[in-house]
């Protein structure tokens, strides 16, 4: 396991008006394998659907919402369930590296390549100005993208989230930039992903 000297400077993305990091192996496949096999049978994963012009539309994932505080996201409110100790265990792992606290965390199951996410950026109020994101990837390596809000003359970015990652989105990013997971053709496994953060109110 990386250590809490850990250099974070060698792994920042060159993204105007933003603070991102991506380690792609911060936890061995191993690791990686037996956390995904563990996430898979103990979280109590949901298809929850989201309204869109008008009619109820599943979501094109599963999720499932763990921590300390509630949290509003796509219009949808996510009362928290308790901490499972395997997220408390991966909490402590990235909170020792960023030296950040975070006391809840989102969980996404994308089933096949046909589940995704849209465009959209973590900037709700209760998040506040500059939020502090840990992502951490399992499963099935996917196309994560990144597209800036205004500036139109910086061209999309787009990374591989391998199996065992680590995506830190930090400082002005939300503010400034979208970001996406996208459906693919590929036939290609699941992936889990989990998003730690500090809600603040």
């Known amino acids: 396991m990386p250590e809490k ?3 974070l400077t060698k792994y920042k993305l060159k993204l105007p008006d933003a603070e991102v990091y991506f380690i792609p192996d911060f936890f061995t496949p191993e690791e990686s394998d037996l956390y995904f096999a563990e996430l898979s049978q103990s979280i109590n994963w949901k298809q929850e659907s989201i309204k869109l012009f008008g009619r109820d539309l ?3 994932r599963l999720t499932a919402w763990y ?4 949290y509003t996201y ?3 409110k996510n009362e928290p369930q308790p901490w499972a100790p395997v997220l408390l265990q991966l909490k402590s792992k990235i909170e020792k590296i960023t030296g950040q606290h975070y006391n809840s965390v989102l969980l996404n199951r994308y089933r096949s390549g046909q589940d995704s996410m849209g465009w959209h950026s973590d ?9 502090g994101i840990a992502s951490i990837s399992f499963g099935a390596e996917r196309r994560f993208s990144f597209r ?13 989230l391998t199996n065992g990652s680590l995506l830190l989105m930090q400082g002005a990013t939300q503010r400034n930039w979208l970001h996406s997971l996208p459906k693919t053709t590929k036939p ?9 953060r500090y809600i603040k109110t």
Do not use: A
Not at 148 to 160: A, E, F, M, Q, V
Not at 188 to 196: A, D, H, K, V, Y
């Open 5 to 7: 000297s850990l250099d």
């Open 58 to 60: 599943p979501m094109p």
């Open 67 to 70: 921590g300390d505080k509630s």
């Open 74 to 76: 796509s219009g949808l």
């Open 123 to 131: 900037n709700e109020q209760e998040l506040g100005l500059q939020p």
């Open 148 to 160: 800036h809000r205004i500036n139109k003359d910086l061209k999309p970015l787009s990374i591989n």
């Open 188 to 196: 290609i496994s699941e992936r889990i992903n989990l998003t730690f």
